[in-house]
């Protein structure tokens, strides 16, 4: 092969060693960038509102929930993604970086509820069952459009149980909340035997 030819090789072998390093940052630049909406964690994206939700949980029941608990980064903090570290499967996520699936029974969590919880419209499972619990469901609970599966079971949650859950009651293929302290009348949708065992001696007007 001539020295021309070597050189146009040369030349060629460098032009698409250029465009594969050009393809391939790109490639990793879409692969860990995310809209404003979004944190990157761990180099996958995930809904700022749904890990504000998760914060929440965790700055109500700072005074109950021990950190060694939860605390997987050795950092003595509770992180979001580390909320439902205690449980095979707690947390799920799709595809869009949205949470799905929260199961957090017997973990000590305490104070209220979040009011935005209805802001997890991608949820199917919540499981809040067994911890410390006060307050009332919110009203926004009728957002939650693809919740199947809802668990407030023994919490000391009270007050009335909103009109609105009535909203999404048909898609439940389970719901359990017995044992907290919701006061009558009960939305209709929900059948007596689903309410369950319910201390009412704090309710007025029964």
């Known amino acids: 092969m001539g020295k021309p030819a070597k050189t146009l090789m040369k030349r060629l072998s460098l032009y698409f060693l250029f465009i594969f390093i050009t393809i391939s940052c790109s490639n990793n630049e879409t692969d860990t960038s995310c809209s404003d909406e979004f944190q990157i964690i761990n ?16 700055s109500n029941g700072q005074l109950t929930m ?20 205690n449980h095979l499967n707690g947390m799920k996520w799709n595809e869009l970086g949205r949470l799905t699936k929260l199961w957090l029974t017997h973990d ?15 949820l199917d499972t919540l499981n809040l ?13 009728n957002n939650l459009v693809n919740l ?52 009412t001696a704090d309710c007025i007007d029964l």
Do not use: H, M
């Not at 021990?66 to 570290?85: C, K, R, Y």
């Not at 069952?129 to 926004?140: K, M, R, Y």
């Open 148 to 199: 199947k599966w809802f668990y407030l079971r023994y919490n000391n949650l009270s007050g009335s149980i909103p009109d609105e859950i009535c909203d999404i009651y048909p898609n439940f293929i389970n719901f359990l909340i017995e044992g907290n302290n919701f006061c009558p009348p009960y939305p209709e949708c929900i059948p007596q035997e689903k309410i369950g065992t319910q201390i």
């Open 43 to 58: 180099d996958l994206c995930y809904y700022q509102k749904d890990l504000d939700i998760l914060n929440e949980f965790i």
């Open 108 to 122: 000590n969590l305490s104070g209220s509820i979040p009011e935005n919880i209805g802001d997890l419209e991608y």
């Open 129 to 141: 069952s067994f911890n410390e619990l006060e307050g009332n469901i919110p009203q926004s609970i």
């Open 66 to 85: 021990n950190v060694q608990d939860f605390d997987t980064s050795g950092n003595n903090i509770i992180e979001p993604l580390e909320l439902a570290v």
